[in-house]
């Protein structure tokens, strides 16, 4: 969601200000990233953060409101306007993979990880969680801003309340290490 949302559009904008420049783009769970970032193999990552990790240092980004993405025709979009967690539980779920720092904010939330169901589908990015929801085969937990894709404009978001979780996203880079030139451009 953050690549659509915010790195595309800085990457249009760093290739004006500095042509020729490269930038290798990986897209990864918030476990993989955070262990590239640590390994060197990555200057930096934008990731959810739900925990701390040694090594590492965090800068906070963004905060969004977690939500259900559905289609249309379900009985969430239709008759909720203000849904639960727990009104999520009748229904299938479709989630990313558990390496992903979304889906572990939710599994270890001391409530929440506790009334959603098991997911029935597993998928390893968000390009591939918004075609099985659209297909109605099952309804996701998602971020305010993985639902503002254009993506997944024939789904509707609703912000899930009691409790009302907001997704953390993070700048993060490994403790004492300094940005590549690249990287500074980038991340202006």
Not at 101 to 116: E, F, K, Q, V, W
Request: overall charge positive.
């Amino acid at each position: 969601s953050f690549i659509t949302v915010v790195l595309a559009p800085a990457l249009a904008a760093l290739a004006k200000s500095t042509p020729g420049i490269a930038v290798y783009i990986i897209e990864d769970t918030a476990e993989g990233l955070s262990n590239r970032v640590f390994n060197g193999e990555a200057d930096f990552g934008v990731t959810t953060l739900w925990r701390p990790i040694d090594d590492l240092e965090y800068r906070l980004l963004a905060k969004d409101q977690m939500g259900v993405l559905c289609p249309k025709d379900h009985p969430i979009a239709a008759k909720l306007a203000n849904p639960t967690w727990p009104d999520l539980a009748r229904y299938p779920m479709v989630a990313l993979g558990q390496g992903a720092g979304m889906r572990a904010m939710l599994d270890n939330h001391p409530r929440i990880g506790t009334i959603l169901p098991k997911p029935r589908y597993e998928v390893s990015t968000f390009s591939a969680l918004l075609p099985v929801v659209e297909s109605g085969a099952g309804i996701a937990a998602v971020s305010g801003i993985t639902a503002s894709r254009p993506l997944a404009e024939h789904l509707v978001f609703r912000p899930l309340g009691r409790p009302a979780l907001l997704r953390q996203l993070a700048f993060i880079k490994r403790r004492g290490r300094s940005l590549t030139p690249a990287a500074k451009e980038l991340t202006k």
